[in-house]
Structure formats: C-alpha cells, structure tokens
C-alpha cells in the first residue's frame, strides 16, 4: 500500500507561482514514474507532467516552459513548479503513481489562479 499526500495548492493571481508537492508513504519513486493530473470543473482529468523513475520529464504542451516536475527519492517527495499561472490552470491537481499491480492517487489539491 502507498498513499499519496498532495499540498502546495492556493489562491495567486496570474502571473504568480505555486510549488505542490506529493509526498509518498514509502520510497515508490525511485522504483515507478510519477504524474501529475488535474481536472478542472466539467472537464476530464488530464495528464499535466510526469517523470520516469530514470527522471526523465514530459509535459503537456499548455504547460511546457511554465512547469517543472521534479523529485527528491530521499524525502519522497515529487514537486510540480508552476510559474506563469494563468486562469485555465485553475483546477484540482492530483498526483498519481502506477506500480505493476494497481494504480495510486493523491486526494487532490485545489489551485486556484484568479485577481
């Protein structure tokens, strides 16, 4: 069993910055790839970034240039770095893990980006 623990989430203005983090309850990340997901309201859930258990990254086009994932194995912790926030980034942001048996999820951190 693992469970995920999002926070970081807030209120900022446009333009502004957020970091969320996802702790993990045991070392995962250095064995399995790590996404980040959001879902805004009456909108499917959508894959946001996600980097490989070698650190390799990815990212949505809406968000390349603005956010940054990355991961400390010591603290078992994966980060999303959103810079440049805009409106339509306004959602709530999960973290999910995908080991070879099942799927995990965090319970979500809601980002609002708003003046």
């Known amino acids: 069993q693992v469970q995920l623990v999002e926070s970081g989430g807030g209120l900022v203005q446009p333009g502004g910055s957020l970091r969320l983090s996802c702790a993990a309850s045991?070392?995962?990340?250095?064995?399995?790839?790590m996404d980040w997901y959001r879902q805004a309201p009456g909108k499917q859930r959508e894959l946001v970034a996600a980097?490989?258990?070698?650190?390799?990254?990815n990212y949505a086009d809406s968000v390349k240039g603005r956010f940054t994932i990355s991961r400390d194995n010591a603290k078992n912790t994966v980060y999303l770095q959103m810079n440049s926030l805009k409106p339509e980034d306004t959602a709530v942001y999960y973290c999910?893990?995908?080991?070879?048996?099942?799927?995990?999820w965090g319970q979500g951190t809601q980002v609002t980006v708003s003046s």
């Open positions: 980097i490989t258990s070698g650190g390799s990254t």
């Open positions: 045991r070392n995962i990340f250095s064995i399995y790839g």
């Open positions: 999910k893990i995908e080991t070879t048996t099942r799927v995990y």
